[in-house]
């Protein structure tokens, strides 16, 4: 991506106004002039993504459901093995990018992906329950993120898994496992990703631990281009829904 291009993708992520009176508007707001080029931006920017998405078992004839999908890129990290799939879902607000994904599905020859202009916290999707389940830094733009995590329990069959990746912040007196951050990180995080309606939480982390078996869990942090001397966290969290 050129130097003209992200310059774009950011005035509209830092400068541009976000408008709208409901979730879906002030999405389609965000990303409607970013679509295009969302892609390759955060291609650099959003870590994690192609090691959460290997980590999950692709279950043959399954369903799959990705929440707050965008472009449909994170399928890509999935590879031959999306083939195996019965059917996978890509569930967003926005229109835009939505778009993106339908191009991407059809330019792949994807016939068992579907798209769904849909909240995620009341999605009903044709085919459930669904054996997989995906947020992947979504979760910090949904307002009722508890909801959408709830939801995708409901949609889940006994036994099925949950795949997250997202920015968050640790609780100021996180106990063990779980890392501690530092006050500026606390601090300084949320307010620069809320311009943009991100909202990184300290609480992500502790609810997935409450309501699954953990399968597998690691935070991390990652350098932001563009901000080289600083570092965001992240966690990738893969749990199961209980049998009974």
Do not use: C
């Not at 031959?80 to 019965?86: C, E, G, I, P, Y």
């Not at 307010?191 to 502790?206: E, K, Q």
């Amino acid at each position: 991506m050129s130097l003209a291009s992200d310059l774009k993708i950011l005035y509209h992520m830092v400068l541009s106004p976000i408008r709208g009176g409901s979730h879906a508007e002030r999405l389609e707001s965000f990303y409607s002039a970013q679509a295009r080029g969302y892609d390759e931006f955060r291609k650099h920017l959003l870590k994690g993504r192609a090691e959460m998405y290997g980590a999950l078992d692709v279950p043959a004839n399954g369903v799959w459901l990705d929440l707050g999908a965008g472009t449909g890129f994170n399928l890509e990290y999935l590879g031959d093995r999306l083939r195996a799939l019965h059917k996978v879902y890509l569930i967003d607000l926005s229109r835009s990018l939505l778009q993106v994904a339908r191009e991407r599905a059809e330019h792949h020859g994807w016939a068992n992906v579907e798209t769904l202009e849909a909240d995620v916290t009341a999605v009903t999707p044709a085919e459930r329950p669904a054996d997989v389940a995906t947020f992947s830094y979504s979760l910090t733009m949904i307002p009722d993120w508890f909801a959408a995590i709830d939801r995708a329990w409901e949609l889940l069959r006994p036994g099925g898994t949950i795949g997250v990746v997202d920015f968050y912040v640790a609780r100021k007196y996180a106990v063990a496992p779980f890392r501690r951050h530092s006050w500026f990180t606390r601090s300084f995080w949320p307010v620069w990703f809320a311009a943009d309606n991100v909202f990184p939480s300290p609480d992500h982390v502790p609810y997935l631990h409450r309501r699954f078996e953990v399968v597998r869990f690691s935070e991390h942090f990652m350098r932001m281009r563009y901000l080289p001397f600083f570092r965001v966290p992240y966690y990738i969290f893969i749990g199961r829904k209980p049998e009974a």
